[in-house]
């Protein structure tokens, strides 16, 4: 079972406890997941020991995880476990269950956003947004239209940008192409390594406002790994504290879904509160100043 | 004086523009005009030509370097005609159609090869033995081999080129397809690219063929004294077939039969392979030379060897000139077309 530990003091922005409710299935279940690299070797190193959450596949909406922690503590580790990536997959001890069965190598069910967009640097950005289409052999026409289609859901302007190549793309486009290649694949499962990272505050805002409304009709569970606090209190329904490594998840909280955009967000003292006690918790499970500016 | 000068807002109109151009020259990165530059280039062509001039002026006793170690550039120039009645342009020919020949073969061999061994690392760590060998062995130790084996027809020189870059071919490609970042491979994956063996094998059965037909063919009509009509009905002519559809299928069906390869290695490898084929094939059409010269039949190589014995020795600087013009033009032709094909780059390199 998760373990759930409510912050002391009153919510100020609700932060609650999760209902735990055995009968949903659940989509993603972590049990004492562990991870060490060239075991039995002088270089041994354990990235994470003893990993155990679970997260329920709630009927039409999915849950959005915001995953706090300090460098190096195996955030990464724990998402690309269960995208099926290695060398973190597969773990070492512990299971890794994914709708039910152990989780396999890597596959279109789990969409993947990384940091760096890894846009094909030789496809243009509809055949980027097509990709996923083309190996599964959607006919041509109809994999253009939906990529077409996905441009505009993801605030790009198709008919400007359609046929440029992703170097002629500034950071948060290509970080919206990357968006759009994930999710027309409907996806159950998304996966995002600080996909915000790069970007400058003014378009990080934007990226989360457009996040939030794709994914309120997509349906999907989203792990989002993130180092600015104030992202992951506006983004997250719940959010899971590592501990500096070899990490595990020491705290685990419901949070309130934003309501409004990103920058209006920042403005609420509740949120700000949120904020301010999420840091503290950082502070005592691992070494980030509570005091640390964030860009968002 | 001068220093302060050039410290004062009008320093830079006093100077002049001889002044100011001088100073550009001597500044780090500064990128002259195109104009310019053909400009320099040009001052470069005249300076050796005067030099040239100067050393070979005059006639006997007079002339700083004799006309038996150097023809002056007059002298030169005015026996192209001669050159030309010779067959310059046959031999020019021939000489790049072995080139051509062998370094196709070596290419149609080595790169498909060399992006395997850098996907699937293991046929990698097994012909890296044969690659390091191939690209360690003295190319000019490969003659006396080659006219061991292949006798002293085309086949010999066309061989000579292919074992000569095959083995280039091979690690520069084999490293291009490893030089794609993981990133790229991981996302492909999540995207849902997979293996799939129908179309890999549709694909390459049409490449095949193409290998097949050279391997029977292509080989007969290398052959001195061999009748295509009479070779068609030899077993030797259908084995080959066999062997080069083979070949097609072990090359191409791995990477064709996997969509992360496909549609993402292979790709993002390409403009990588054939900037190494465009560089690799500069290399080759001088060691064609090397074959042409030690054993004269036709080609340039061959000019140049019988204008060392029986003169006109001009001949011999206008080859080598011709040679340097012809590599260079095909090394544009090449660049030219790398940037039609893969214009998401930005190709600068000469
Ligand atoms: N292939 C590997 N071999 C050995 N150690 C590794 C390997 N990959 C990751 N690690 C180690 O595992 C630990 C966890 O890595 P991970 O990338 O998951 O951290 P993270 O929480 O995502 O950090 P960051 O916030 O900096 O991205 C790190 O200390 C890292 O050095
Ligand atoms: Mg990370």
Redesign the pocket.
């Known amino acids: 079972m998760a373990r759930i530990d409510i912050p002391a003091g009153s919510a100020p922005c609700e932060i609650a406890p999760v209902a735990a409710n055995g009968t949903l299935r659940r989509i993603v279940e972590f049990d004492r997941v562990s991870k060490t690299?060239?075991p039995g070797t002088r270089k041994e190193?354990t990235?994470?020991r003893d990993v155990t959450f679970h997260v329920e596949d709630k009927p039409d909406v999915g849950e959005f995880i915001g995953m706090l922690?300090p460098?190096?503590?195996?955030?990464?580790?724990?998402l690309r476990l269960i995208a099926g990536l290695a060398?973190?997959f597969p773990a070492t001890s512990g299971t890794v269950l994914v709708d039910g069965v152990p989780a396999e190598g890597p596959g279109p069910d789990r969409g993947f956003v990384f940091q760096d967009y890894a846009n094909f640097p030789n496809r243009t950005v509809l055949d980027n947004v097509a990709f996923g289409l083309e190996c599964a052999h959607v006919p041509q026409k109809e994999r253009l239209e939906r990529a077409w289609e996905w441009l505009g859901k993801v605030g790009l302007n198709a008919k400007n940008d359609a046929y440029k190549f992703p170097y002629q793309l500034s950071g948060g486009m290509n970080q919206r192409v990357a968006i759009a290649r994930t999710l027309i694949l409907g996806p159950r499962i998304i996966l995002m390594?600080?996909p915000f990272g790069a970007l400058d505050p003014g378009t990080r805002q934007n990226m989360q406002d457009l996040l939030v409304a794709l994914w309120k009709e997509l349906e999907a569970t989203v792990f989002f790994?993130t180092?600015d606090v104030g992202e992951a209190v506006f983004l997250a329904d719940r959010l899971y504290i590592?501990s500096p490594?070899p990490?595990s998840i020491v705290q685990q909280m419901a949070i309130t879904p934003p309501d409004r955009k990103s920058v209006e967000m920042q403005a609420v003292p509740a949120f700000q509160q949120s904020v301010r006690e999420v840091r503290h918790l950082l502070d005592q499970a691992g070494r980030v100043s509570p005091t640390a500016p964030t860009p968002a | 004086m001068a220093d302060l000068d050039s410290k004062t807002p009008g320093a830079a109109r006093r100077r002049g523009w001889l002044g100011n151009w001088w100073q550009r020259v001597g500044t780090l990165r500064d990128v002259p005009t195109q104009l310019e530059g053909m400009l320099l280039s040009l001052a470069c062509i005249v300076g050796v030509l005067v030099i040239w001039w100067i050393i070979t002026v005059g006639d006997g006793d007079h002339r700083l370097v004799d006309a038996y170690t150097l023809p002056s550039p007059a002298a030169t120039f005015a026996s192209f005609p001669l050159l030309w009645e010779r067959g310059l342009s046959l031999g020019a020919l021939t000489s790049l159609s072995r080139v051509f020949g062998g370094f196709l073969m070596a290419a149609a061999i080595g790169v498909p090869l060399g992006l395997i061994s850098g996907s699937y690392l293991r046929v990698g760590a097994f012909f890296k033995p044969v690659s390091i060998f191939g690209r360690n062995v003295p190319i000019a130790a490969l003659i006396p081999l080659t006219l061991i084996w292949f006798g002293t027809a085309d086949v010999q020189k066309v061989m000579f080129i292919f074992l000569a870059a095959v083995a280039f071919i091979h690690f520069d490609s084999s490293s291009a397809a490893r030089a794609v970042p993981d990133r790229f491979l991981e996302t492909a994956y999540t995207l849902g690219a997979r293996r799939n063996w129908t179309k890999g094998l549709r694909l390459c059965v049409i490449i095949a063929l193409a290998y097949s037909m050279v391997a029977s063919l292509g080989w007969s009509l290398l052959q001195e004294h061999v009748r295509l009509a009479a070779d068609v009905k030899s077993a030797g002519f259908w084995l080959r077939a066999l062997l080069g559809f083979a070949l097609g299928i072990g090359l191409w069906f791995p990477l064709l039969s996997h969509q992360v390869l496909r549609k993402v290695v292979v790709p993002m490898a390409m403009p990588d392979v054939v900037n190494s084929l465009r560089l690799l094939f500069g290399l080759a059409f001088g060691y064609i030379m090397l074959a042409e010269v030690i054993n004269p039949k036709h080609g340039l190589g061959a000019l140049i060897i019988t204008s060392q014995r029986q003169g006109p020795r001009e001949h011999i600087y206008l080859c080598l000139l011709i040679i340097a013009l012809l590599a260079w033009g095909i090394d544009r032709f090449i660049l030219m077309i790398q940037r039609q094909a893969f214009p998401y780059l930005k190709y600068g390199q000469d």
């Open positions: 690299y060239l190193f990235a994470i922690g460098s190096g503590c195996g955030k990464s580790t724990v060398p973190h390594d600080e790994v180092h590592f490594s990490g």
